[in-house]
């Protein structure tokens, strides 16, 4: 793990000086890391690479803002989880983005705890979700954000956050069922 940290450090190094071998090797290093991120955000294969791209051109272009007293995959996940944000922004309606507001927010599902990430694939439920229910779902369960940091970020209300969280759970209850020993399984309407 140190030595990864010194190689990191090195190519980072590289990338200050925009070396485009530096910057090979640090896309060839992280490609997966990044990627699998923006498959969360993205409905089809092409809009995640799209999101990769404009991730690795950011990184590339802010190199200098990172600062090296702090680990590196924080800071590329922030860049990244922005990246993949500013594309939805640019190319989704917000209209359709975010139709929720406050006084639709179901209670109940507030509350639901989703079952465990072992028991079911989600990758597969996230692409069924409504872009705005499955952004503020990640924002909110995978990457830690407050309804009001998500809020700030989206340019939302805070309830709209709430509500679209309560939805992407609820939907995702009605995506999946359990069979009679206690799995879970996707129930036969939804895509397989």
Request: net charge positive.
């Amino acid at each position: 793990m140190k030595q990864d940290a010194t190689n990191i450090k090195l190519i980072i190094e590289g990338c200050l000086t925009q070396s485009p071998a530096s910057q090979k090797r640090l896309f060839d290093l992280r490609y997966g890391f990044v990627m699998s991120i923006c498959q969360r955000y993205a409905r089809t294969r092409a809009q995640a690479q799209e999101m990769l791209n404009d991730t690795f051109y950011n990184v590339f272009k802010f190199i200098d803002r990172y600062d090296p007293k702090y680990p590196f995959e924080p800071w590329l996940r922030k860049v990244c989880v922005n990246c993949c944000l500013m594309y939805q922004r640019k190319y989704f309606k917000k209209e359709n983005l975010y139709p929720l507001e406050e006084k639709y927010i179901d209670i109940q599902y507030e509350e639901m705890k989703l079952p465990e990430p072992e028991d079911y694939d989600y990758m597969k439920l996230l692409k069924d979700l409504p872009p705005a229910c499955r952004t503020v779902l990640l924002l909110f369960v995978i990457e830690g954000y407050k309804h009001h940091e998500i809020a700030e970020k989206l340019g939302i209300s805070i309830g709209t956050s709430k509500s679209n969280l309560s939805r992407a759970k609820r939907l995702l209850y009605e995506m999946v069922e359990k069979d009679k020993s206690g799995h879970l399984k996707l129930k036969k309407n939804s895509r397989e």
